[in-house]
């Protein structure tokens, strides 16, 4: 199945029982760009600096607890994926992902958490900061390609072969149920977002989302659309350099594009999650796309204000910062209307 249909209960059960889970920090300011700016700051997640913590740890989790079941015909509860019991039946389980860096800090740490193991391929590209911090979570680390599609291949055949689980966060034809669990993960952020907007008694006007292979941009949208009491418009910012999902939006189908490599690591992803896309093409979104150096603006602006992060964590604020510059005096949304939100979705490495 390509429909995304999470049931955001299941992770929030499971992170309940999680030493350290802990729901990020909503921040209101005006310091920036003139304007009432809230900010969803995932860059100390579950101290793994990202949110893609809560993704690939929950779906390590939850393949896990579908193999138990497959296994003795038991349902787990939350408490016993720390037992002994479970972690030695975890022990002979492979987790097998690509990653540009944060996935697969989040897939070895899930390993790690549980007792199972994790091999991860990096392109190239990847910074060497990324493998070390990989290593220290006791994975198995391979260079695979030039960039990140190679090492999306690499991985897919090391499983292919037999050796581990594959455990994307992208995902195509026939291959769906892994990332779809990955992005009912994501699904908390959503969440956590409803309930902190309760309390302010303050929504946005705007959700900037960036974007790469679209996880956690479709899981946000499907969220938001299914049970946020008011409705903001949804701006998906990807990098000039690989607009995938925007392209497939253009083609009315899930597209690859081309294009050289992105300062935007993270998001520099040329092929769209097929469960994403679709997810999107039901929510109601508008796409963006920024520049490098409007990035890299984008992350001086939010260190002069003391949150740190990289040009991926930055896109949301180039998004709208991009949005403002474009709109002219008439059609300029008013600073008393105009209450944009976005995500830092990771820390500085």
């Known amino acids: 199945m390509n429909d995304f249909k999470p049931n955001p209960s299941k992770p929030q059960k499971l992170l309940a029982a999680c030493p350290v889970y802990k729901p990020s920090p909503l921040i209101q300011t005006t310091a920036i760009a003139s ?36 296994t003795t015909g038991k349902t787990l509860n939350p408490e016993q994926f720390v037992s002994d019991e479970f972690k030695q039946f975890s022990s002979s389980t492979t987790f097998i992902c690509a990653s540009a860096g ?27 900061k990324f493998r070390q911090l990989l290593l220290e979570k006791s994975a198995i680390v391979v260079r695979s390609g030039k960039v990140y599609e190679d090492s999306v291949a690499a991985a897919t055949r090391d499983a292919d072969s037999g050796n581990g689980i594959l455990l994307a966060d992208g995902s195509w034809e026939g291959y769906t149920h892994p990332p779809s669990l990955v992005m009912e993960g994501y699904t908390i952020i959503a969440e956590e977002l409803r309930e902190q907007l309760s309390e302010l008694q303050q929504w946005p006007s705007h959700v ?10 479709a899981a946000m949208a499907y969220m938001i659309r299914e049970n946020w009491s008011q409705q903001p418009e949804i701006i998906v910012v990807e990098p000039e350099l690989a607009p995938c999902l925007q392209t497939s939006h253009q083609n009315g189908k899930a597209t690859t594009v081309t294009g050289n490599i992105s300062v935007m690591g993270r998001l520099d992803c040329k092929a769209p999650s097929l469960v994403a896309f679709n997810a999107l ?69």
């Open 208 to 217: 900037f989302l960036q974007a790469g292979v679209g996880g956690l941009a």
């Open 102 to 128: 944060n996935h697969g800090l989040a897939v070895a740490s899930g390993a790690k958490m549980f007792n199972a193991k994790a091999k991860i391929h990096l392109s190239e590209e990847v910074p060497e």
């Open 35 to 70: 304007i009432h700016l809230l900010i969803k700051d995932e860059s100390h997640r579950m101290e793994l600096g990202s949110f893609k913590a809560l993704g690939g740890v929950y779906a390590v989790a939850m393949l896990l607890a579908e193999k138990w079941y497959q």
């Open 281 to 349: 093409e039901k929510s109601n979104v508008h796409y963006l796309t920024i520049s490098d150096k409007e990035s890299i603006d984008a992350t001086g602006i939010l260190k002069e204000n003391d949150i740190h992060t990289t040009p991926s964590g930055a896109a949301g604020l180039a998004g709208l910062l991009k949005m403002q510059k474009k709109q002219t005096t008439s059609n300029r949304v008013s600073n008393d209307n105009f209450r944009p939100l976005i995500i830092i979705t990771e820390k500085t490495l």
